[in-house]
């Protein structure tokens, strides 16, 4: 091990000249959203100083394949393996939900920054305590919320701050496909959940565009026979008369765009409005944000944007920051508040609630 | 007094020669939406045998004003007087909603058929004892969901009830224009409700599609500082997991469409919803339904759409029926059913849910 490698150890360091160390990325399962995230990685143009140095499977032949695929150099018997190498100082999570806890505690307990899919945990609880160690390791952590990074909301976001749209009072999203049949989203021991699947990218938009908590929560929803959550509506009503409606839908294809309504305008976020290409206004104007073409076909809409937080990632964590302003440790916890709230009102159960974490 | 003049009194009796009585309509308030009513029907081309006989308002000059614009023989001083002349056969009531109640009483009371603006009346208990006391007379009573007349409704209904798009599963509606601050809205002495002055749209478009009770309605909203409703969120379930989410807004204009979504496809039915020219499918096909040019300027849109529900109430009338088939009594009963409970949980109170009726 060359000890210059271990890009963990330099993180409080101020680092901006040629000769720094490349942020060596190790991707955590050969999952649909990890080929997807690598895909849109090493396809970027400008992808700058970080490579994606390793791949760990439950099944190494698929992370052999993946590696050849993606010509990735270092492939790892086990995520414990890859946790305790010298060789990655970023791990990208894209194992199942309820594998979520223990993968992130593992590689921040060696040492490494973590990108972590959404949802980050399955309840407040576990999210607390991962937020909590990864603090305390002064290690960068951040949940996957993709979105938040897509060239398109950051636009609507200053569109929204300097004043054009009036104050925005109104907001509604439908994302709605026909996936409640597939394993992940349908079977609780997966930590199936249409609400934590797709739903969550409804709840985080309300909150980008409200930048607040709700102070009252409506939810009902329609469970499979194993008590997971296909379908569910969710009002949430902020302060100042502020509301967002959300309908969630694991068994039909919706509208999938978002309508932000101010006082004196309104955009909508076009389908798919959890990554859009495009915003029509209520004025006429349309604003078009392109995406860079995939080397390899994708899995997800649009899911070349994956990289936009993999460089948000990499930026903070040569910056020696602990998390991204425009997705937070507080951000993560507030979502997974909302989120607890409408599986509580919904009345979907996931064993983890009813553990403790530390 | 000419004894054949009295149309009501040969209800019973199969007419379709000639030598028929035109059937001869009383309005009831010069309100502006009596003023769209007389301006759709006037203007029809293809009228037939009915005409629009008199005009009574509690400002006789308003009456005065509305007979000479419309071209209108009978001018009465009172509701009452009106309710006891022999120069009308039906009459439309379009006054303020805690009117409704004691107005169409009368009328029933004097013999006459009604057709009523919606909401029927302010709750249930007031609809039901309505609705005995047309069915006791032998009068045709209809709640004014015009809606319910409008050739796009009558097409989707039938494109729904071809299969072509499936089992219906979720139905969303959005109605928000910034009404907020009218009297009629506001005014909780008025009758004042977004949800029983736009919200009403929404709910029967539920009914109408789903064509059944809901098994669960919940419903958020907010209020006026008078204890109005001016937003709400309406969730109806029913039975085989079917839904229905009623967006309601009278502070914002929201895209006031409706999105049907079966399981084989989908249609929108275009802002307004509530009496729309145009129904896109999911398909591509676009259905486009016109609406005959007004003589006078109108005060809501579209609303040359009403004379098709005063077609159906001569068509009725004429056959001897006492409700129609496309907007019955037990229709109307279940909307107030399902008014009342939206209300119980946003809070929203009328001194009229405290009385009894007959």
Redesign the interface.
Known sequence: MESGRQFSSRNNVHINNKEEMPLRWGIVSAAKISHDFVTAFNSFPDRGDAVIAGVAARDKNRAIDFAKIHDIPHVFDTYENMANSSEIDVAYIGALNPQHYDIVCMFLNSGKHVLCEKPLCLNYKQSKSLIKLARSKKLFLMEAVWSRFSPAYIALEKEISNGKLGEI??V?V?F?VPIAHQDRVSKKELGGSALLDIGIYTIQFAQYIFKDDPI?I?A?G?LNNGGVDE?S?I?L?YSG?R?A?L?I?A??R??NNA?V?G?HGRVTVEDPFHFPTKLTYGDGKVDNYLLHPPKFELNFENSTGLVYQALEVEKCIRKGMLESPRMTHKMSLNLANIEDEVRKQIGVHFDADDKDYP
């Open positions: 009072k109104y509604d439908e709605g009252k409506t009902c329609e379908v509506t009002v009503e008369r509301r409606v309908n839908n068994t039909l919706l509208s309508n309504y006082t």
